[in-house]
């Protein structure tokens, strides 16, 4: 009977620590797999129960943390264009999903097992072919 009551404690658990809170100021690591080793970025990042929202430079991503779909507006190098964004969260992992009409992005984010470093594993299928990046956030 321990066994069954420990099983489910350990399992709530694993669905508390499940969906780690990413919110805070993040600088990429250039020495960590950035692809311009003398460029600076830094996103904010705010998170509810239900939404993310990003911020870098003058661009803010906000989106549903259930899995559905927001749209929104962006220029593109033919004009405005709609963009998708889809988050979804896979175990301790959170999947963003970016598309437009002539680019796919999924990106999968994690958090450090102290919280001090995110990475974005990226994986976009453009019109030149599919391009994959590992980038590493420090918290600042």
Request: glycine letters at 10%; hydrophobic letters at 40%; aromatic letters at 4%.
């Amino acid at each position: 009977m321990r066994l069954p009551i420990l099983g489910a404690l350990v399992f709530g658990v694993l669905l508390i620590q499940g969906k780690p809170d990413f919110s805070g100021t993040w600088t990429l690591d250039n020495g960590a797999g950035g692809s311009d080793p003398t460029a600076k970025m830094v996103v904010v990042i705010a998170q509810t129960d239900t939404t993310i929202t990003l911020s870098f430079g003058d661009r803010t991503l906000s989106m549903p943390l259930d899995g559905s779909e927001a749209t929104m507006k962006v220029s593109g190098p033919a004009g405005p264009q709609d963009l998708t964004l889809r988050a979804r969260w896979d175990g301790a992992r959170l999947m963003v999903e970016q598309r437009t009409a002539t680019t796919s992005i999924v990106q999968t984010v994690s958090l450090s097992n102290d919280g001090s470093e995110l990475t974005v594993e990226t994986v976009a299928h453009v019109p030149e072919g599919e391009k994959r990046a590992t980038q590493r956030f420090k918290k600042s």
